[in-house]
């Protein structure tokens, strides 16, 4: 019997969960593997995060074209290719996807194309495009990410439906879209559409869109889409589907118990996603309902085995799977790290963008804080004024016994960018206090939060005089 190829470290998966932690482990062991089944970069670069970051770029500028007639700019009539947009999108995808190639290649990464099953001995059998390969780890990172759900819907299997992995794949824009669900995924795919100027209806099972968002948040980007002409369906189940001559039939109950049918050319399930768990099909691994059972350092019920990302659930991001990888690869070469879901910022690339960090003001008061919230509104920044953006605010969440921060919510204009000060701060235990003494720059958006800070602080002083 050949001697098999052995690593230290093998990574299965090529996301940003497992293309980081391969980077991690190369710089802190010895040899280190990668094994992907199809492109690197996984869901997040090259049918999530990206393209649809790329296409709600698009969207951006349509609308501030709309907003420059108001300006003062004036041009001529606007003509979209769709076409075009979708070929910008591919070249951004393939930059990025040759990125992380050239990346694990100048860390010495060995990259396996091919699918994987993990054997109960460390032993990993490799289906190649052209043959097969095993290879043996002293231990081994599973980091294969999810894939859409679809749920039962009657008649679903015919009807040809899209999802987030595949929507990208339209040869044109329809003139009509259904989005079922009204997550992160239905709310920026709703403004990408909705731009370019399709009939957009969501439908979603709960009272309001992003259920676990603020709700301050999630009723002003109801609002928006709403102005954007787009159909939200709020507290409403698809019972059936159907296909006919005219595209695509969505019949669905309301609260009310009222059944309503819509007709739309295409039709995109965005209900989440489920965990990809065939690579370990012969282990017995413990289990966190579908999903993968891990500890703080990432490990799974096996010892020298761990998982990150989507197979695990959680906070199913691009960069708190990148995070994972990070402490699934230190304690892979035996050093100790443990995974802090404190401040995990949470983003939603809508228009106007959501961010939010922390505690909702919700959660807060189901924990038993005392808190007490303040809120900036972006219509009194003269920043956001001079871009015209002025829908939006800064929600602030304090514990009032402390001052300590407990959470942030924003929403308007770049404040994905922006999150990051109050990440920190609630990273470091800051209060209100030291926020309120930090010097921001003038005029910018972020020193809403500031102002934020002062306001708190004065209220609180008032209610104590009182």
């Known amino acids: ?255 009310n118990g009222e059944h309503i049918s819509i007709q739309a050319d295409e039709l995109l399930l965005a209900s989440g996603r489920t965990p990809n768990l065939s690579v370990i099909s012969k282990l017995n691994l413990k289990k966190n309902g579908p999903f993968i059972a891990v500890n703080k350092q990432m490990e799974t019920s096996i010892p020298h085995i761990y998982a990150v990302g989507d197979v695990i659930g959680g906070w199913q991001l691009a960069h708190v799977a990148s995070a994972e990888g990070i402490v699934a690869a230190w304690n892979a070469c035996n050093l100790f790290k443990e995974i802090n879901y404190k401040v995990v910022p949470r983003c939603i690339y809508s228009s106007p963008e959501i961010a939010s960090v922390g505690l909702t003001e919700k959660e807060a008061k189901e924990k038993g804080k005392s808190v007490r919230t303040e809120m900036f509104h972006f219509r009194a920044s003269g920043k956001a004024m001079a871009m015209d953006e002025s829908t939006g605010f800064i929600k602030l969440i304090a514990d009032e016994t402390y001052n300590e921060i407990l959470g942030v919510t924003m929403v308007g204009p770049h404040v994905t960018e922006m999150i990051s000060e109050a990440s920190t701060l609630i990273l470091l235990e800051g209060t209100v206090n030291e926020l309120e003494a930090i010097i921001h720059p003038h005029p910018t958006l972020s020193e809403g939060i500031g102002e934020a800070a002062r306001a708190w602080l004065h209220k609180k002083k008032v209610h104590a005089m009182s």
């Open 1 to 255: 019997m050949l001697d098999l190829k052995n690593y230290e470290v093998v990574v299965i998966g090529g996301g940003p969960g497992g293309y980081v932690a391969a980077e991690e482990a190369a710089k802190l062991c010895g040899s280190v593997a990668l094994i992907e089944n199809k492109y690197l970069g996984g869901t997040c670069l090259n049918s999530g995060c990206i393209p649809s970051k790329t296409l709600l770029r698009h969207s951006e500028v349509i609308e501030l074209m709309e907003k420059a007639k108001n300006w003062g700019i004036e041009f001529g009539s606007v003509s979209i290719s769709f076409e075009k947009m979708i070929s910008r999108k591919t070249t951004v995808v393939e930059n990025l996807r040759n990125g992380v190639a050239s990346l694990l290649r100048n860390a010495r990464v060995d990259v396996y194309n091919g699918t994987a099953i993990v054997e109960s001995n460390h032993q990993i059998n490799i289906e190649l495009k052209y043959g097969s390969e095993t290879i043996t780890a002293d231990k081994i990172i599973i980091a294969t990410g999810s894939k859409p759900f679809v749920p039962s819907i009657n008649g679903i299997e015919n009807v040809g439906y899209h999802t987030s992995d595949s929507i990208f794949e339209l040869a044109s824009l329809p003139q009509s879209l259904v989005i079922v669900g009204g997550g992160i995924i239905g709310v920026e795919f709703a403004c990408i559409f909705s731009a370019l100027n399709v009939e957009v209806t969501i439908i979603e099972m709960a009272d309001r869109l992003i259920s676990a968002e603020d709700g301050e948040a999630a009723d002003l980007i109801s609002k928006k889409l709403a102005k954007d002409k787009v159909n939200i369906l709020t507290s409403a189940k698809v019972q059936e589907l159907s296909q006919n001559e005219n595209g695509k039939m969505v019949r669905l109950e309301t609260k």
